[in-house]
């Protein structure tokens, strides 16, 4: 079968795409932010696929924003496939919207700000 690369393995939509894949018997590498995100969802995964769940590797990559994130599992695998699902995850609405760029004026950051602090 045909090897496919899973970004953002971890996440619920990655996770039924690899479902998917794995109990079609295909080879997959899902990428990851660390070791631990990998064996979290292998062990998710392993009751649904079986001993299907061999077929499934993973490649770290801890930023998907970094430029190249992807070329290391690229030049060292040969796809067949890319399922792109990987997004970046802000939980802090205020460190995204500092990434982005985008408070407009104070008022906005400042509700931002309150109702971040709401939720530690």
């Keep these: 079968m045909s090897k496919i690369l899973v970004t953002g393995g971890n996440g619920f939509v990655a996770a039924q795409v690899l479902i998917s ?6 080879q997959v590498v899902a990428t ?8 979290q969802t292998k062990q998710a995964l392993s009751s649904r696929v079986g ?3 061999s077929n499934l590797s993973f490649a770290i990559v801890p ?3 970094a430029e190249h994130a ?14 792109h699902t990987a997004t970046p995850f802000y939980l802090n609405a ?13 008022r906005i950051l400042g509700r931002i700000q ?7």
């Design 32 to 39: 990851v932010r660390n070791t631990e995100k990998g064996e």
């Design 94 to 106: 205020y460190v995204y919207a500092q990434r982005i760029g985008c408070f407009a004026s104070h």
């Design 63 to 65: 930023s998907i924003e």
């Design 114 to 120: 309150k109702k971040s602090s709401l939720r530690q």
């Design 70 to 83: 992807f070329d290391e599992v690229i030049k060292n695998n040969s796809f067949h496939a890319v399922v």
């Design 51 to 53: 001993d299907k769940i």
């Design 21 to 26: 894949a794995l109990t079609r018997g295909h």
